[in-house]
């Protein structure tokens, strides 16, 4: 399926994952609408876009968090853009790396705001359109951590766990519509993540990647757009990927 003047809308988009997806569908001819917090990358990564072959792209500084932005982003939107044809639920972080009972409170708050009210806030406020259009495609980001929990991650692996359960449960409140749900679920990615969330301790984050060659923002960029480019009577459900030395959100081989 042709993916040529779609309008694409990217939360999250001004680093890793959410900018590689964004030069992604640039490079096969889609309109952006790009969202982040961060509007100085977020302009660096529309103008790379425009150059990859977007034939337009409007950015928005948001925060996912903030429910009234949300919305009041969403109405807003000028008409040449409100037909909002691919949501991709990119926006989320990881903060802390503790043991349950000793975890920061506002590190929870942080996780369980982006990447799940966050994620919920955003597709209240698009997918209404899709249903009413006869057309759209919602792809979310999960995670391995969504399957498996590992010691010290319980609250960011709740979270991708409720992920995987809006996705699904989306996917079963659109049935009867055109309207696709894919959850795009992939394992260790080389991106900010542990720099986000050991708070820029690089040697610590550095010690993550160690000895494994992990998956690039591209990777998964390549995937979601594959499952957007699907013909419109299939629906990708779940991908599940994770570099080879990765078995799941547990277990890796590392190199000495």
Same mark, same amino acid.
């Given at each position: 399926m042709s993916l040529k003047g779609k309008i694409v809308f990217v939360t999250g988009a001004s680093a890793g994952i959410g900018a590689a997806t964004a030069?992604?569908?640039?490079? #096969?001819?889609? /309109? =952006?609408?790009?969202?982040?917090?961060?509007?100085?990358?977020?302009?660096?990564?529309a103008s790379k876009a425009k150059e990859r072959g977007a034939p337009a792209v409007h950015s928005i500084d =948001?925060?996912?968090? @903030?429910?009234?932005?949300? #919305?009041?982003?969403i109405d807003s939107l000028p008409a040449e853009w409100a037909e909002i044809d691919i949501l991709v639920n990119n926006a989320g972080l990881s903060r802390g790396l503790d043991k349950l009972y000793m975890g920061k409170i506002e590190d929870w708050e942080e996780m369980i705001d982006t990447n799940v009210k966050g994620l919920?806030?955003?597709t209240r406020a698009v997918v209404p359109g899709m249903v009413v259009r006869s057309r759209g495609h919602v792809i979310n980001l999960g995670s391995t951590a969504g399957e498996l929990t590992y010691p010290n991650g319980a609250v960011y692996c709740?979270? /991708?766990?409720?992920?995987?359960?809006?996705?699904?449960?989306?996917? #079963?409140?659109? =049935?009867? *519509?055109?309207?696709?749900? *894919?959850?795009? @679920?992939?394992?260790?990615?080389? *991106? @900010?993540?542990?720099l986000v969330r050991f708070h820029g301790d690089t040697e610590r984050a550095s010690k993550v990647? /160690?000895?494994? /060659?992990?998956?690039?923002?591209? @990777?998964?960029?390549?995937?979601?757009?594959?499952?957007?480019?699907?013909?419109?009577?299939v629906n990708i459900a779940r991908v599940l990927m994770t570099p080879v030395q990765q078995a799941n959100s547990l277990l890796f081989h590392r190199d000495e």
């Open positions: 030069l992604a569908f640039a490079d #096969q001819g889609a /309109k =952006l609408l790009l969202a982040a917090r961060r509007a100085g990358r977020l302009a660096e990564v =948001l925060d996912v968090r @903030d429910r009234r932005a949300v #919305q009041n982003a919920l806030y955003v709740a979270s /991708k766990a409720a992920e995987r359960s809006i996705n699904d449960g989306l996917r #079963q409140d659109v =049935l009867g *519509t055109p309207v696709r749900v *894919t959850s795009v @679920d992939p394992g260790m990615v080389e *991106t @900010d993540f542990s990647y /160690k000895g494994v /060659k992990a998956l690039r923002p591209e @990777d998964v960029a390549d995937v979601i757009v594959w499952a957007a480019m699907r013909p419109a009577h």
